[in-house]
Structures are given as C-alpha cells and as structure tokens.
C-alpha cells in the first residue's frame, strides 16, 4: 500500500508543472468526482449536501462538502501550491558574445541553489493571450529538455568546495540556445501553447526540474521527487477529502499559493479567500453572522506543510529532544514564537484524530539557537481564527529541486486527513473538546 501510494503522488507530482497545473489536475480530479465550480464573480446557489470548488489566480483552490443536515463547523486542511524555483523575466534572452543566448531569471522564494546545476530543466506556467474581445488564460508546459545551467568547472575556481556564495544574476542564468536568434524564447512557448506569439499579451513563466521522481533504498523505503515540498501534503489532503464524508461539519479543502514568499497576496494565505468563502458558504445556506462566529469556534484547521527530518549526516542541527525521521509517521511543528500556532489545544487534538488513525505521530521544534521557517497556518489564522495545528512530513534536502522523504508518509497523511474529515470538534468554551466522527 505504501508503494502504490508513493507512485501515485509521484505521477501527481510530475504532471504538476507549475502551481498553475497542480491546481488544474485538482480541478479535473474534483470534476470527476461530481464536484460543481464556482466562480468568485458569479452567484453561488449552494444546496445542503452538494459539493463545491472555487479559485483564484488559477494558482490557489478551495474545494467544499456541505451536509444534508445542519452543520456546526468546518473542518479545514490547508497546504499550498508553489514551490522554491526560478521564475523567467521579462525579455528574458541575453546574448554571450553572438554565440550563445541565456535566460534572465530571477528566484522565487528561498532554495538550495547548488542542486540546480546541470540537470535538464524545462518551463512551465501560464500566458495570457489575445482573443477577439477577450483576454483567455492558457496553461503551458515545454515538454522536453530545454535548459540548464552549467556550473564553472573547478579548474577556474579551486576554492568552490570550500564555499561558495552564489549570485542569482550572474551564477543561476539557464543556456537555453547555442543561436542568437532574437524573440526565440517566445516562439517555442506560442508553440506549445499553440498560439501565434504576437498574441502573448502576459506571462507567468517559471522552470522547473525535469528529472522524474524515484522510490530507492536498500528496502525501498525513501522517495525522491521535485516539488514534494508542498505538493505531497496537498495530494494527501485532496485524497482524504475525496475519501470522507461528514454530517456535521463542512469539509474544506484548502490549497493556497505564495507560502515561499510570505503568503501576502491576493491567493495567499494572507488575503481574504478562504475568509471570502467561509463567509459565502454561511450566508449561501441562509445562516446569520452569529451562527458563522460560532461555527468558527467548533472549527478546527490543519496547515500542512513539510518539515525538516533528521539529517543522517548533520544530526547535530536538530533539537536534542525533538526529532523527527523519514516513515516514522506525521510531524507537530511547534514554535515558541508562533512562526508554527501549534499550542496544547491543536496538538492535543490532532494526536486524537492520529490515534483514531492509527498513524503515528511525532515532534518538531527548531534548535533554540537556530532561526526556523515558518508556513501558512499563523497567517492565515489572521483571517480565519480558529484552532489550527501546524503539522508536516518529515523530508531531507527541503528547497532543493530534488527533495526526499518516507515512502510510508503519504500514506500515513491520507489516513490522518480522511479521519480528520470524517470528524467533529466541539469546543464547550472552556477548554474541553468533544471529537467524534460525524
């Protein structure tokens, strides 16, 4: 089961090109599962017992059960879409002395630089293309081998095993031709998007690692993959959710863009989205803003975002207490200072529903002379308050384009995530909680 599993995120992940794609096969998954979209510009007519998605930016999905009966809360697991990359600017060709052209790139959000070097790469996305009267977003994927960025070799700098600080502008540039025909890039794009290049009006370009995804080990244990680091947790919530069936809370599927750079956009977990469509789910089933608030308070999150293993060859950079390994079961991210919003409450619940799982569990807490990351549920609680764990899948070399983890983990996750959906948390106001399934 946990090999079947592992190959089923793995096929996810490299149809995946761009958030963009990730969130179009949620849609397709969705559609096939009788779920009905709506659009943020149009009126929704929502029926107890229907199913639901809706987006924004293309980039950022809510999908949503409703009960037949009266509910009395939303249960929430949000993850997110992006991922550490390299995103191609405007009039991105420059040329080398007429003999080569390079791409102008810039970083999107905090990766491990040296892992992108000399591998095949390609670019993926969306472009936004001219029609009669309209403007009409297309998807994009350059599917095949189309750049990669060389290292220098070790005869012109002797000194780069010993450290190296790498320049985004100078270092990280992709070669992407050995021609210096000017307006090329755009060429090959229109032709995969099959349009006429001068009918690109817009872009949202990034590359992307073209190696495939692995299952190795001396017993197969470990998995390796671009982009496990969020697509593993959100392909796990969408299974639990598509899995699961709840009376009495409304089940909520929450895919959010942006978290790599701070989550302070209109898809991110800043904005008002999930904010928005709470809210509409509430008036949509004719309840007032009191029965909203109280919801709110028998409502429970699960922000889900990878966390950091214990690194066999850096063991020292993990707490002394607290350490978690690859298939050992679903990280809790603690943060004293909040970057994570576990506290007693969500930790306390969440190890119920793994119990209820029969999933283990274990801790994250940073070193206490080490700055952490932090991820979407703090931020998104500035939102939508409600009681919120912060929990992950354990994983080696996290914002390189080739990342690792457990082969029991995903697996692990869906089980946790479907009985999460399958349950209730009732707050009697005075720190006591009722979980059942509902």
Known sequence: ???????????FIERSYSCFHLIQNMK???????????????????????????????????????????YVGFQIMASHSDFPTFKIKENPEISVENQYTKLNVEKYGGMLCAPWFDRPLSVAGRILVRGENEIKTKLVNVDRDLVMIPNLAIHMNREVNDGYKYNAQTDMLPLYSNITEENSFMSVIAEYAEVEKEDILGSDLYLYNRMKGSIWGANEEFISSPKLDDTQCAFASLKGFLQAKNQKAVSVHCVLDNEEVGSGTKQGAASTFLKDTLGRINRGLG?????????????????ADNAHGVHPNHSDKTDLTNRPYLNNGIVIKYS???????????????????????????????????????????????????????????????????ETCGIKDTYYLIEVAKEFYKSVVISDGNGNFHIEQA
């Open 1 to 11: 089961m946990y090999k079947e599993t592992a190959k089923e995120l793995l096929s």
């Open 28 to 70: 397709e998954e969705l559609n096939e599962n009788g779920f009905e979209e709506l659009y943020e510009s149009q009126e929704w007519n929502l029926k107890c017992g229907g199913k639901y998605y809706v987006s924004r930016n293309e980039s950022s999905l809510i999908a949503f059960q409703i009960p037949k009966e009266n």
């Open 287 to 303: 309840k007032t803003e009191d029965e909203y608030l109280r919801a709110l308070a028998n409502s429970f999150m699960i922000s």
């Open 336 to 402: 004293a200072n909040q970057k994570y919003t576990t506290d007693a409450v969500s930790a306390a619940v969440f190890k119920t529903i793994c119990d209820k799982a029969e999933v283990p569990y274990q801790n994250f807490v940073n070193r206490s002379d080490m700055l952490g990351g932090s991820t979407l549920g703090n931020i998104s609680n500035t939102q939508v308050a409600v009681n919120t764990v912060d929990i992950g899948i354990a994983q080696l070399a996290m914002h390189s384009p080739y």
